[in-house]
């Protein structure tokens, strides 16, 4: 089989690309170049440690069930972050939740994703990781422009409509397009993009049949809990549970 291997040349590619990405924020002053380094080591770090736990865990149902525990937790604290920059925070576990379980569900219900922890480790950790940033632009922009267009509220309040509702016809048109980079990748694949699914399938030695029947299952997951993470999001931002613009 051949692909990627970890090699000392592998190591030095990864830092300049890390370096390049930094150096091109750095200059072009769009104030992330630490954040690029950080974020690049960070991965590096935690790649390796949860390959070492996966060879461990896999085998351990409490493990795997803990796992991703770890893995929905972590999601929710980084989108909440995004979203009220820590303020009730908490609330961004409710969307992720109501889009990832219910096609976990369906997809281990009928079988068509063993509950087996190697598979469902990843599996879960796309929906979680997919979910985590339908949630995050969807409250962030929702929130901003609610901010922004506070006299439009205000206005729709006085017409009588109820707050979510007055919220709901500023927040929804603009936090919907959190859509938009799913729905890309889904009309495009195989046209622009080959995704990492398909990509490993074929570097494991699947054909290239089945590395697409599994792509194909991922992407449709993908926008499905997506669409219900957007909705519940624009729901509770209405509703003031993610409250920056009240």
Known sequence: MSGIGLTPLTAVVIALLA????????????????????????AAVQLGAVALIIVWAVQRPL??????LVMYGVASLTAGCRITRG?????????????????LALLTGTGVVPM??????????????GCMTA??????????????????VEAALALGLSDRNAALEICRPVAA????????????????????????MLLGGASPIQAGVVQLVVLVMLL?????????????????RFPAWR
Do not use: K
């Open 135 to 152: 949630t995050s632009l969807a409250g962030r922009r929702a929130v901003d422009e609610l901010v922004i267009r506070r006299g439009e």
């Open 19 to 42: 370096m390049a990405g930094a150096a091109v924020t750095r200059i072009g002053r769009l104030g992330h170049g630490r954040a690029v380094l950080i974020a690049c080591l960070r």
């Open 224 to 240: 499905a809990a997506e669409a219900v993470a957007v909705l519940v999001t624009i729901e509770l931002t209405a509703l003031g």
């Open 177 to 200: 397009q959190a859509l938009v980079p799913v729905l890309d990748q889904t009309s495009t694949v195989g046209l622009v993009t080959l995704p990492g699914a398909f990509v490993g």
């Open 116 to 129: 087996r922890g190697i598979v469902l480790i990843p599996i879960t950790g796309i929906l979680l990781g």
């Open 87 to 103: 303020r009730a925070a908490g609330w961004a576990a409710v969307p992720i939740a109501a889009g990832t379980a219910p096609i």
């Open 63 to 68: 493990a795997v069930a803990a796992f991703i």
